[in-house]
């Protein structure tokens, strides 16, 4: 079966600075989502990366998938209080359309003022 | 666009009693998913509807576990009986045929 580690962990960054989460996967990923969530709020999309190579960017986030790596990664530019959260990366399996994913464990992102 | 709605937010039983999730989808989506998550371990997928029937229920624990969706619209996660085990955040998700998942805001179980 399919893992997904998200490292690292816990981040703790000072607002106003970059940061960057990555995920990577046991076996070859055909898309894969990442995900936010707060606590007592159910998961938030950010993003879904489907090629290999593809970058996405959303306000100040910007995630990309590297096929060939098995990864992910997820960078912050000039965190904000309100990027504090879990994020996750989600990954489905082949024929993407079936969204019975495989999570990782999870990043705790903290802000400090 | 009324999102993914689940009832109740938090529910505190007794091992050996009986605990029944409620789960809208948004209006129009046919695929219905149930995940969970138990304490320190990663989301976990449970079961998977299409409109009323079950196409992949391969995540579902053991059988004290029972999900329906009748009428190919909202769907039911009862646990009968509860063990200590099973407290976690459920998550339920839907989406149209072809298209991302919808969460809702999941449902904390505590079973003492």
């Known amino acids: 079966s399919q893992e997904l580690e998200q490292s690292p962990q816990s981040l703790i960054v000072q607002e106003g600075k970059n940061l960057t989460i990555n995920c990577t996967s046991s076996k070859t990923l055909y898309g894969l989502y990442w995900y936010k969530q707060k606590y007592g709020e159910g998961l938030i999309f950010l993003m879904m990366l489907q090629k290999g190579g593809e970058e996405k960017s959303h306000e100040k986030i910007t995630a990309k998938l590297d096929e060939k790596k098995q990864q992910s990664s997820l960078h912050i530019t000039a965190s904000q209080p309100s990027h504090a959260g879990i994020y996750l990366c989600?990954?489905?399996?082949?024929?993407?359309?079936?969204?019975?994913?495989?999570f990782g464990t999870g990043t705790r992102l903290t802000i400090i003022p | 666009e009324a999102g993914v709605t689940q009832f109740p937010s938090h529910s505190v039983i007794e091992k050996g009693q009986t605990v029944t999730l409620r789960c809208d989808p948004i209006s129009g989506h046919d695929n219905l998913y149930w995940y969970r998550r138990v304490m320190g371990k990663e989301i976990k997928f449970l079961l998977h509807?299409?409109?009323?029937?079950?196409?992949?229920e391969s995540g579902m624990p053991n059988n004290r576990f029972l999900a329906e969706r009748t009428g190919g619209t909202y769907s039911t996660l009862k646990v009968q009986p509860a063990e200590l085990e099973d407290s976690g955040v459920y998550f339920c998700a839907s989406s149209p045929l072809k298209g991302r998942l919808y969460f809702g805001p999941g449902t904390r179980l505590t079973v003492t």
């Open positions: 989600g990954a489905p399996p082949p024929g993407f359309g079936n969204e019975k994913l495989t």
């Open positions: 509807f299409v409109k009323e029937s079950k196409q992949d």
